[in-house]
């Protein structure tokens, strides 16, 4: 009897240490995201220094999540476009690495298999989007002709909003 009660004192008093301790822990996080405007500023720049060159685009910004925030279609720009640039910027926020890298990896590790999951795709053409070391999303471009022409231009569009993203 004297051991349950021992048993029962010792849980309750966890109990109430764990109790103490849980709310020091449950804070709620505090990040930055992309707000529209940036968003639709970098779009727009990346979509411009293509033009400039030449090159019809499509666009997708993603944010932090993943989830799409803004994507255009450019003019006389082929259906497949929309798609592969939303892809090629949901790789760079998910890897926070140029998409580019991610041709690298698969090629040196065929067998890379988080090539599979979805919205994935080894393809030159996003960088992520970031305050300091922190991935706060992805910015992504289809159409030109290589994903080094893709990549310069979103570069343009984020180097476009730099003072933003602190």
């Known amino acids: 009897m004297l051991s349950i009660i021992r048993t029962t004192a010792l849980a309750i008093a966890s109990l109430g240490l764990f109790a103490l301790a849980a709310p020091a822990s449950a804070q709620l996080l505090q990040q930055k995201s992309l707000s529209s405007g940036i968003a639709l500023a970098m779009a727009e720049t990346t979509m411009a220094v293509c033009k400039a060159n030449g090159y019809a685009v499509s666009v ?21 476009t929309v798609e592969n640039s939303m892809r090629k910027a949901y790789t760079a926020r998910t890897f926070r690495v140029p998409s580019g890298e991610i041709v690298t990896r ?23 989007i970031k305050v300091g070391d922190d991935v706060i999303g992805g910015i992504g471009a289809s159409g030109a002709p290589g994903g080094d022409k893709d990549e310069a231009c979103v570069k343009a569009g984020i180097d476009k909003v730099a003072d933003l993203l602190k």
């Open 106 to 128: 698969l090629k040196n590790d065929p067998t890379f298999a988080l090539i599979h999951l979805n919205n994935v795709i080894a393809n030159q053409g996003a960088l992520p």
């Open 60 to 80: 997708t910004v993603v944010g932090r999540s993943g989830e799409i925030i803004l994507q255009v279609r450019g003019d006389n720009t082929g259906p497949h």
